[in-house]
């Protein structure tokens, strides 16, 4: 493999020079089973993110009960977390086994650029639960005028057109670079400091609180109506509707568990790089890195274990799934046992070879 070049391009790719030593070195240098453990985790990451969503999306579709204005949210969160892992995390799977990228700088921007799409498309769809659930729960007489089925397509539009938005300028800052340290090509935190801090701050920080203010006016509502407190102006929540905001809540508190640690060392950097960057293990930035890849398929399975309506559905589907494989199967066989058990026009029902005469 080729060695890093000092203008800091591999085979005309940039690369990260976060690290104070050669990061080619580093990755060469690494045991087998580092690469084996991080080549199996996306690899279970990646099936279980693709079967999750697409559970969770199907699931919609099929149950009526699931096909509301806030769960439209919830299919467009699957499918910024199908994003990943149709494009991006397979080339990085690739990059892993071949330890470095040979997949050429076009490659290499599309795949930035997709997770790009995916994590802040994520991030915004979160946000938009966020707010579904506050108005739903503390606004409820006015939530079927805000979020009719027409309004509710046109908040998922600007979510994504918001996404859209926010991830181009890194095309042109050219902050889109490989790491070979998590063999990706990813977001370059050391690129500019000042778009890295209005990164972090726009696409993490305050969408974070802007979610955490709706989930605390909510917790505040739950709270009060279970004691009663001013019973007649509060609105009756039923334990589906608590139960639907747990599931919600606890979809932001692993996404904000999961991408924290990468943002928080991405802010330390952009603050001051000289100082910071010795100070990261690279065991650190690696663990951040895909900790933050794995929350992808985290939220299908939440649904699953806290929503009895996606569980249920989900059930149904991989029982319509597998009775229809056992059934085309069933059929094939059936098919075969016919075949072998039809009787050869040359053999008369007395099972004597029939002979015409001469």
Request: with cysteine; proline share 5%.
């Amino acid at each position: 493999m080729e060695r890093r070049k000092a203008t800091g391009e591999y085979h005309g790719i940039p690369v990260s020079k976060m690290s104070s030593l050669d990061p080619y070195e580093e990755v060469l240098n690494r045991p087998p089973w580092v690469t084996t453990t991080l080549g199996c985790f996306l690899i279970f990451t990646i099936v279980v993110d693709i079967l999750g969503n697409l559970l969770v999306i199907f699931s919609v579709y099929r149950n009526k009960k699931l096909r509301n204005a806030g769960n439209i949210f919830v299919v467009s969160l699957a499918v910024a977390d199908l994003v990943v892992a149709i494009y991006p995390y397979p080339l990085v799977l690739t990059s892993i086994f071949h330890k470095g990228w040979n997949l050429g700088y076009v490659h290499c921007q599309i795949s930035g650029f997709l997770m790009g799409v995916s994590v802040i498309g994520s991030i915004f769809n979160i946000t938009g639960i966020a707010i579904n659930r506050y108005c739903y729960i503390c606004h409820s007489l006015k939530y079927d005028k805000l979020y009719s089925d027409k309004n509710s397509v046109c908040y998922v539009l600007l979510i994504w057109a918001l996404t859209i938005v926010a991830i181009v300028p890194n095309l042109f800052v050219g902050s889109l670079q490989y790491d070979p340290r998590v063999y990706s090509c990813t977001f370059e935190q050391s690129a500019s400091s000042a778009y890295t801090i209005a990164v972090v701050f726009f696409h993490f920080i305050l969408p974070i609180m802007i979610v955490t203010y709706c989930y605390l006016r909510i917790w505040i509502l739950v709270i009060q109506v279970r004691r009663r407190v001013k019973p007649d102006n509060r609105p009756k929540l039923t334990p589906n509707d608590v139960r639907n905001f747990v599931t919600m809540f606890v979809v932001f508190v692993l996404f904000a568990v999961c991408w924290a640690p990468l943002n928080f060392i991405g802010l330390a950097v952009a603050i001051n790089p000289e100082v910071v960057v010795p100070l990261i293990p690279e065991w650190l930035f690696v663990a951040s890195y895909f900790m933050a890849y794995f929350n992808s398929c985290l939220n299908a399975i939440v649904y699953g274990v806290l929503n009895q309506n996606f569980r249920r559905e989900y059930k149904r589907i991989v029982v319509s799934v597998c009775t229809a494989r056992i059934f085309f199967h069933g059929s094939s066989n059936d098919a075969a046992e016919r075949l072998k058990s039809k009787p050869s026009p040359l053999i008369t029902n007395n099972n004597q070879v029939k002979v015409e005469s001469v």
